[in-house]
């Protein structure tokens, strides 16, 4: 799997970049901990999203606005944040190309007129006739789409619910591990089932990342069982800050989501959690904390994965 950097290199890291295939390779065990004296304030807009764009726009405004009277400055939308439409064949025929969708076009609008930054937890859009992705975007505080990630881990699980989720039968996962630097701090991305794949995030923060976006439409089922002690493992795990807005309540067609919006600190410690209602939560994100934790514990700086041996006895 090749990183897929966005932006310029941080001073703290030795790279040889190959220009032919676009992957950056990085001497890990050259880097560096180097404190960030950046703040900023993260929003977390928790949803009840319809099953169709149209009926979205008016709430995720209207929450928008809310945040910003907050004075956030990152404000950050769940996963499937357009629309959750749980009937494949509907979700094919609704899903539009990225210049078509009525909910980008709308919060780049927003986040130009307001001066912020908004990461969009993930849309879906069809990138050709017959291929479907599931995808955040970053705007920067022009309006301007300056990243973009694809989720890589499909959900595809039965629950004891009875329900069952089959991701792959509708989107293509992605290929790329992706990270942009903001005013604050270099971002890592990530969307909702690829929290239970830790190695994901070790390689964001051992590439640079201080602050790691988890938005999700995580179910009742598997949010009141792991949502809290998967978000808090991240963050300490990683020494990263954790912001994990949320999808909440019953959808369409029986389906429900757990809520609980999260940010949390490099020391897994609770910031601000949301309920499972919609709404907007915030939280002060003060990203010398990173350094702090990482020095008291540096896992990150150690990894032996690649030199142990498996041994059957």
């Given at each position: ?100 969708d009525i909910i980008l076009s709308e ?100 590439n640079g990342a201080e602050f790691i ?42 389906r429900e989501t757990y809520g609980h ?53």
């Amino acid at each position: 799997m090749g990183l897929l950097v966005t932006s310029k290199k941080p001073k703290n890291f030795r790279v040889l970049l190959k220009i032919e295939d676009k992957n950056l390779f990085i001497k890990e065990k050259t880097m560096n901990i180097v404190e960030n004296k950046s703040s900023f304030r993260a929003a977390c807009i928790q949803l009840n999203s319809y099953r169709n764009a149209e009926e979205n726009i008016e709430n995720i405004v209207k929450f928008f606005n809310v945040a910003v009277k907050n004075d956030s400055d990152f404000i950050t939308l769940p996963e499937v944040a357009g629309m959750l439409e749980p009937n494949t064949t509907l979700l094919e025929q609704k899903v539009v190309y990225e210049k078509e969708d009525i909910i980008l076009s709308e919060i780049k609008k927003k986040t130009k007129q307001h001066n912020v930054w908004t990461l969009i937890g993930s849309l879906a859009i069809r990138v050709a006739e017959d291929r479907i992705v599931n995808r955040s975007f970053l705007i920067d505080n022009a309006g301007n789409i300056v990243a973009r990630y694809d989720k890589i881990h499909m959900f595809d699980v039965d629950l004891d619910d009875g329900q069952k989720y089959r991701e792959s039968d509708t989107y293509h996962s992605g290929t790329k591990v992706v990270l942009k630097d903001t005013p604050w701090g270099r971002l890592g991305f990530s969307i909702c089932y690829d929290i239970r794949f830790s190695y994901l995030y070790r390689k964001l923060a051992r590439n640079g990342a201080e602050f790691i976006a988890i938005p999700a439409a995580f179910t009742r089922v598997s949010g009141e069982a792991h949502w809290h002690v998967l978000q808090r493992a991240r963050a300490i795990e990683t020494g990263s800050f954790i912001i994990s807005p949320a999808q909440c309540g019953k959808h369409a067609d029986g389906r429900e989501t757990y809520g609980h919006s999260l940010i949390i600190d490099p020391w897994g410690n609770i910031l601000a959690e949301g309920s499972n209602e919609p709404g907007v939560i915030t939280a002060e994100i003060k990203l010398s904390k990173v350094a702090t934790a990482r020095r008291k514990i540096p896992s990150l700086l150690a990894d032996s994965e690649n030199n142990l041996e498996l041994t059957s006895i």
